[in-house]
């Protein structure tokens, strides 16, 4: 009998919920292990997702559990986390996250865990760049899904203002953090085959236009349905499935930066090469001065966050 990748999911939010529904629709031979401080809906989700496995491809299982059946696991994803309360600081709302966090990455590593760790909480390079302080691991195995919703929102958002196909749209770039200081990079983009700027003649204030539509689209969701949680979630299953199979995919996840601020340990998002054991390959970009300082800007406000922590 082929043997059984392993994945500890730990929070049975919407997002949690959204990605187990993804993964074992994409992903075969897996057992999910779900974990929530909520025990009964946890219990409900894994019921609900047992229901999934008989009409989907491959033997997958699911069950809840806790932290110590991460001993043996592939990789644990973090979706866990509070929202921001009515009158509570961006601060305080870090605050409160990385104390979530450490909550529950120190039991993880305690369990003998030597897979890769997978965070979606927010603010996601905040919490990945915890992540990996906290559990000490090499920084190829710690990995935030940073701006690939952001990407993901910059396909769309072209499609529509190109009236194209959004698969006939590639290498559209969101870069840096996946918040109010991330940015738009055309310069690989391509449009049916060929680059963009030789198919549409965009000025700048077009660009800077879909920037901000990119930047604006999750509060649009969430102010007519509460929350964001679908596209996040595939973002979560390739990036596993991508380490499960090695399929050395390039998606713009959160991952540690080179240079000047490779000291730091800062995470921001930044296209890499995803496969067996986390990320393979950092690929950096070429940059124009303006958009060089955009990301230089993210990564002084992640500075000032974490030494905030501190």
């Given at each position: 009998m082929k043997?059984?990748?392993?994945?500890?999911l730990v929070g049975s939010g919407a997002v949690g919920s959204s990605f187990a529904f993804s993964l074992?629709?994409?992903?075969?031979?897996?057992?999910?292990?779900?974990?929530?401080?909520?025990?009964?809906?946890?219990?409900?989700?894994?019921?609900?997702?047992?229901?999934?496995?008989?009409?989907?491809?491959?033997?997958?299982?699911?069950?809840?559990?806790?932290?110590?059946?991460?001993?043996?696991?592939?990789i644990a994803v973090i979706t866990a986390g509070v929202p921001r309360q009515p009158g509570e600081t961006r601060l305080d709302l870090f605050k409160r996250n990385a104390s979530i966090l450490k909550s529950i990455v120190i039991p993880i590593v305690n369990s003998g865990f030597k897979g890769c760790f997978v965070v979606s909480s927010n603010p996601v390079d905040v919490l990945t760049t915890i992540t990996q302080q906290l559990s000490g691991f090499p920084k190829e195995r710690v990995i935030g899904t940073g701006t690939s919703l952001d990407s993901a929102r910059l396909s769309v958002e072209l499609g529509l203002k190109l009236n194209v196909p959004v698969d006939k749209i590639k290498n559209a770039y969101v870069l840096g953090e996946h918040g109010d200081s991330l940015f738009a990079t055309f310069a690989e983009t391509t449009v049916l085959g060929k680059k963009l700027s030789k198919i549409a003649a965009l000025d700048d204030e077009s660009l800077h236009e879909l920037e901000e539509s990119v930047k604006n689209r999750g509060s649009r969701i969430i102010s007519l349905k509460g929350a964001t949680h679908y596209g996040v979630a595939v973002c979560l299953m390739k990036i596993c499935?991508?380490?499960?199979?090695?399929?050395?995919?390039?998606?713009?996840?959160?991952?540690?930066?080179?240079?000047?601020?490779?000291?730091?340990?800062?995470?921001l998002g930044t296209p890499a090469v995803i496969g067996a054991g986390g990320l393979k390959r950092i690929i950096e970009l070429p940059l124009v001065p303006t958009e060089y300082a955009k990301m230089k800007l993210s990564a002084e406000k992640m500075k000032k966050i974490l030494v905030s922590l501190e």
């Open positions: 043997k059984l990748h392993k994945i500890i074992l629709q994409n992903v075969t031979s897996t057992e999910l292990i779900v974990v929530d401080i909520n025990k009964e809906r946890t219990q409900g989700d894994v019921l609900d997702l047992q229901d999934l496995i008989p009409l989907s491809d491959g033997a997958n299982i699911v069950r809840a559990g806790s932290y110590d059946d991460a001993v043996d696991a592939d499935k991508a380490i499960l199979t090695d399929e050395e995919i390039i998606l713009p996840v959160s991952a540690p930066l080179t240079g000047e601020y490779e000291q730091n340990n800062i995470y």
